[in-house]
């Protein structure tokens, strides 16, 4: 596929696009957003998606379209931002009884989810990067992959970051091939291959 037939763009403040948004950061996670938020998880995160300041929002998104059609995107910020990042947008769109089943649910994937907060200032983390099933392999990664990186260097990051499954063999294949490297890992000491993670950096 011709790369100048995919047109980059920012992210709209529309529940339109937060619904392709939820889905595609739902693929990405494993169901991690249904398990969190259940069955309306993907209308919680589309209101979320339209407030800004928090890891979630429109702000942090780019789309890629082929032929007027959002065909993927990433989700990316640096730890500044996430260290300013509320909260409050997703607990308001999930209401009260589902605000509890997150609770619940943050409680027990407590150690994951502190990954976030292990981003090192001057870094550009990439949340997400997702593309439709049918156009994966032809150059849709890689156009969206040297936006993110133009993006990080225009916001003064010195490195970019992201935490890979350690199942995912084929996307750590992915970033090695671009000049990734493994940082670090986690769990560090518990042998729990399931929840595993790799840190994977490149210097900018």
Do not use: C
Request: aromatic fraction near 8%; proline fraction near 4%.
């Amino acid at each position: 596929m011709d790369p100048h037939s995919i047109i980059l763009r920012a992210a709209n403040p529309t529940t339109d696009e937060g619904l392709t948004f939820a889905r595609y950061v739902d693929e990405v996670a494993e169901g991690f957003f249904r398990l969190m938020l259940g069955r309306r998880a993907e209308s919680i995160v589309a209101t979320a998606f339209i407030q800004p300041g928090h890891d979630l929002s429109y702000e942090h998104v780019t789309f890629a379209e082929r032929e007027d059609v959002i065909v993927g995107m990433t989700l990316a910020y640096t730890a500044e931002q996430h260290r300013r990042s509320s909260r409050e947008p997703l607990k308001q769109a999930a209401g009260t009884l589902v605000r509890l089943r997150m609770m619940i649910v943050e409680l027990l994937f407590a150690p994951i989810m502190r990954i976030l907060d292990s981003i090192a200032d001057g870094d550009f983390y990439l949340q997400t990067i997702a593309v439709e099933k049918e156009l994966r392999g032809v150059g849709v990664g890689a156009v969206l992959m040297d936006a993110y990186e133009d993006r990080a260097r225009a916001n003064g990051s010195t490195r970019l970051s992201l935490d890979v499954s350690a199942k995912n063999d084929g996307a750590r294949r992915f970033y090695e091939r671009r000049g990734w490297s493994v940082d670090s890992q986690w769990p560090k000491r518990l042998p729990i291959p399931a929840l595993k993670f790799y840190r994977m950096t490149k210097e900018l």
